[in-house]
């Protein structure tokens, strides 16, 4: 099936960085196609309406727009030229340059949703912690209000093609798993693990049993227990239908031993993995976002995070 991603670039490293990424790992793929997506400065609206009787003003916005129109179309070819030196055909990239709307990330995600596209993939600008704390960048933006799209933040020069897939048997890990299955099938080099951290009962709401119920955390465990079996056995067939082989999956389950969003972050630097997947929501819904997707959000570095809602 013919997949669609949209890269945000602009001129910087960070952009390159991404470029890189999305090239090495769509290695062998021959239905993909990159849409290379940058936002031409916002235009003042001060200008836009002076211009419609101000024959001056209407010349200034010409020469505005003829700028920005010029300088978009040497940026994008320069992107472009750059993805075909790495491999991938000139047939298989597009260039949109659009004048910003009602925000770069809004019109980023905008466009992606009426062109129904697989995955965003944004560079992440160098952030200081307060930045970051605060989500102050468009790649940070646009995780924290892609609802629908999957996002990729793609954090330094990532040259590992291992995926860590975050999982909890919630319906955000399904979808997760789904898009992971539909993207790489055809790359032989990637290798996927599915990481589980077993709940424990202070991590859930469990006033309903009372707070002083000495069985709680064994209800807990023999809950989490059954989710992630039948989980596992129908993320094994998914996988196998998405043509991915049994050798490139591994499964790893581990007992709490910190935060779990600290935990992922600690197994994706200790086995060397390139890209990190988390749900948007867990199995608690709301909670798994402000807890641990937007831990890891805040925290990873080196490597790249899918974000899927």
């Given at each position: 099936?013919?997949k669609?991603i949209?890269?945000?670039?602009?001129?910087s490293?960070?952009?390159?960085?991404?470029?890189?990424?999305?090239?090495?790992?769509f290695?062998?793929?021959?239905?993909?196609?990159?849409?290379?997506?940058?936002g031409q400065?916002?235009i003042?609206?001060?200008?836009?309406?002076?211009?419609?009787?101000?024959?001056?003003?209407?010349?200034?916005?010409?020469?505005?727009i003829?700028?920005?129109?010029?300088?978009?179309?040497?940026?994008?070819?320069?992107?472009?030229?750059?993805?075909?030196?790495?491999?991938?055909?000139?047939?298989?990239?597009?260039?949109?340059?659009?004048?910003?709307?009602?925000?770069?990330s809004?019109?980023?995600?905008?466009?992606?949703?009426?062109?129904?596209y697989?995955a965003?993939v944004?560079?992440r600008?160098?952030?200081s912690r307060?930045?970051?704390?605060?989500?102050?960048?468009?790649?940070a933006?646009?995780?924290?209000?892609?609802?629908?799209?999957?996002?990729?933040?793609?954090?330094?020069?990532?040259?590992?093609?291992?995926?860590?897939?975050?999982?909890?048997?919630?319906?955000?890990?399904?979808?997760?798993l789904?898009h992971v299955?539909?993207?790489f099938?055809?790359?032989?080099e990637?290798?996927?693990?599915?990481?589980?951290?077993?709940?424990?009962?202070?991590?859930?709401?469990?006033?309903?049993?009372?707070?002083?119920?000495?069985?709680?955390q064994?209800?807990v465990?023999?809950?989490s227990?059954?989710l992630?079996?039948k989980?596992f056995?129908?993320?094994?067939?998914?996988?196998?239908?998405a043509?991915?082989?049994?050798?490139?999956?591994?499964?790893i389950?581990t007992?709490?031993?910190?935060?779990?969003?600290?935990?992922?972050?600690e197994?994706?630097?200790?086995?060397?993995y390139?890209?990190?997947?988390?749900?948007?929501?867990?199995?608690?819904?709301a909670?798994?976002f402000?807890s641990?997707?937007?831990?890891?959000?805040?925290?990873?570095?080196?490597?790249?995070l899918?974000?899927?809602?």
């Amino acid at each position: 099936m013919e997949k669609k991603i949209l890269m945000a670039v602009d001129d910087s490293i960070h952009s390159h960085q991404s470029l890189r990424y999305a090239t090495k790992m769509f290695t062998g793929s021959k239905d993909v196609t990159f849409t290379l997506f940058h936002g031409q400065p916002m235009i003042s609206q001060y200008l836009l309406d002076e211009a419609r009787t101000d024959p001056k003003a209407n010349a200034s916005l010409k020469k505005v727009i003829k700028k920005n129109t010029a300088e978009a179309q040497r940026l994008l070819e320069k992107q472009k030229e750059r993805m075909i030196t790495m491999g991938v055909p000139d047939e298989r990239i597009e260039m949109v340059a659009q004048q910003r709307m009602i925000g770069l990330s809004k019109d980023i995600l905008e466009y992606a949703r009426k062109g129904i596209y697989d995955a965003i993939v944004v560079g992440r600008r160098g952030l200081s912690r307060i930045q970051k704390t605060f989500m102050g960048s468009t790649s940070a933006e646009l995780l924290g209000i892609a609802e629908v799209v999957p996002v990729w933040m793609v954090d330094g020069n990532v040259t590992s093609q291992r995926i860590l897939v975050a999982v909890d048997g919630s319906e955000s890990s399904y979808r997760a798993l789904d898009h992971v299955g539909s993207m790489f099938s055809e790359n032989p080099e990637i290798k996927y693990s599915l990481f589980h951290v077993s709940p424990d009962a202070e991590d859930i709401d469990a006033t309903s049993f009372g707070k002083d119920d000495p069985y709680i955390q064994d209800i807990v465990t023999k809950a989490s227990e059954r989710l992630m079996g039948k989980f596992f056995a129908d993320a094994e067939q998914k996988l196998k239908e998405a043509g991915i082989a049994a050798d490139r999956v591994e499964i790893i389950t581990t007992k709490p031993k910190a935060k779990v969003g600290k935990m992922i972050l600690e197994e994706a630097k200790k086995a060397n993995y390139g890209t990190v997947v988390v749900g948007r929501r867990g199995a608690d819904r709301a909670h798994f976002f402000g807890s641990v997707s937007r831990y890891v959000t805040e925290r990873i570095t080196d490597r790249a995070l899918w974000l899927v809602a």
